[in-house]
């Protein structure tokens, strides 16, 4: 994975977190990190080369209006006021690819001098186990810092770690011997058709392949997850931007030195499902 600065641009060296989303249901984690660029006013620095990503292309997603300057299926920006660099990913990676695509970018990472990684990510509602909304909208979390998936900070904001984590597990032993790089034990290799087995599921998606290849890099990983469906996840993007702030000790209100608007809202969004009505039939 190459990284290809923007004329006159370099990364920041005093940002020590990124923050990236992993794609799944809703595209949630693509909306927070829109949320997060266009609130901190992040500057594009570049954006990264690879093979593992589907290529696309469109206008400039923050504005405050369309400028022309084109958008890229991997994006890096810099807010150096909050000491964090954020990756924008705006297509899938070419199927059967995800292990490559996040040793690539793991290893990208890692030469960068990052410290700390967040992952934002969705998770689709229907598979949810113990449905509790008494208390609105949840915030799950999967850390590195404990061989179990646990972390002490995140137990104190409240939020419970992904149960569906199992390190002991086969499926997810199988994907940590792969992001490693080791050879494989037979007695975690999955027999024919295993794959598409309920223990696969949650290791199969894109979060837990970074969670893995990053982890195996020597890197603190956290990701924040909701559970969602589709349809308009917005609010579900404002509520995992707020847990990432929450996690990084950054105000939202401080972004722009103005309380009264906490959020700038990306120029992408007027239109993101689909144009305005025409009400003039009416």
Same mark, same amino acid.
């Given at each position: 994975?190459?990284?290809?600065?923007?004329?006159?641009?370099?990364?920041?060296?005093?940002?020590?977190?990124?923050?990236?989303?992993?794609?799944?249901?809703?595209?949630?984690?693509?909306?927070?990190?829109?949320?997060?660029?266009?609130?901190?006013?992040?500057?594009?620095?570049?954006?990264?080369?690879?093979?593992?990503?589907?290529?696309?292309? =469109? %206008?400039?997603?923050?504005?405050?209006?369309?400028?022309? +300057?084109?958008? !890229?299926?991997? &994006?890096? @920006?810099?807010?150096?006021?909050?000491?964090?660099?954020?990756?924008?990913?705006?297509?899938?990676?070419?199927?059967?690819?995800?292990?490559?695509?996040?040793?690539?970018?793991?290893?990208?990472?890692?030469?960068?001098?990052?410290?700390?990684?967040?992952?934002?990510?969705?998770?689709?509602?229907?598979?949810?186990?113990?449905?509790?909304?008494?208390?609105?909208?949840?915030?799950?979390?999967?850390?590195?810092?404990?061989?179990?998936?646990?972390?002490?900070?995140?137990?104190?904001?409240?939020?419970?770690?992904?149960?569906?984590?199992?390190?002991?597990?086969?499926?997810?032993?199988?994907?940590?011997?792969?992001?490693? =790089? %080791?050879?494989?034990?037979?007695?975690?290799?999955?027999? +024919?058709?295993? !794959?598409?087995? &309920?223990? @696969?599921?949650?290791?199969?998606?894109?979060?837990?392949?970074?969670?893995?290849?990053?982890?195996?890099?020597?890197?603190?990983?956290?990701?924040?997850?909701?559970?969602?469906?589709?349809?308009?996840?917005?609010?579900?993007?404002?509520?995992?931007?707020?847990?990432?702030?929450?996690?990084?000790?950054?105000?939202?209100?401080?972004?722009?030195?103005?309380?009264?608007?906490?959020?700038?809202?990306?120029?992408?969004?007027?239109?993101?499902?689909?144009?305005?009505?025409?009400?003039?039939?009416?």
């Amino acid at each position: 994975m190459e990284f290809v600065p923007e004329k006159g641009k370099h990364v920041n060296g005093d940002s020590s977190t990124l923050i990236l989303p992993a794609l799944s249901i809703g595209n949630v984690g693509q909306l927070a990190v829109d949320l997060l660029v266009a609130s901190t006013r992040a500057e594009r620095i570049g954006y990264l080369d690879t093979p593992y990503v589907l290529p696309c292309v =469109g %206008n400039d997603a923050y504005g405050p209006v369309p400028n022309g +300057e084109l958008a !890229l299926p991997l &994006e890096a @920006y810099d807010s150096s006021a909050n000491a964090m660099t954020l990756i924008q990913q705006r297509s899938p990676v070419v199927k059967g690819r995800m292990i490559e695509f996040a040793k690539n970018l793991a290893d990208y990472v890692a030469a960068s001098g990052k410290k700390h990684v967040v992952v934002l990510s969705s998770l689709d509602f229907g598979r949810w186990q113990r449905v509790d909304m008494s208390s609105g909208l949840q915030t799950l979390y999967l850390s590195s810092t404990n061989s179990d998936g646990t972390d002490d900070y995140c137990e104190q904001l409240g939020w419970k770690k992904l149960q569906e984590y199992k390190p002991t597990q086969k499926a997810w032993k199988y994907l940590s011997t792969l992001a490693e =790089g %080791n050879a494989i034990p037979e007695s975690i290799l999955p027999f +024919e058709g295993e !794959l598409e087995e &309920e223990e @696969y599921y949650y290791p199969s998606l894109p979060f837990a392949a970074l969670f893995s290849c990053l982890k195996a890099k020597g890197l603190k990983v956290t990701c924040l997850f909701c559970y969602c469906s589709e349809g308009d996840n917005i609010p579900d993007a404002f509520h995992l931007a707020e847990a990432a702030c929450k996690l990084l000790d950054l105000s939202p209100s401080n972004f722009q030195g103005n309380s009264n608007d906490k959020w700038v809202i990306p120029l992408s969004w007027k239109t993101l499902y689909g144009p305005p009505a025409d009400m003039s039939l009416f």
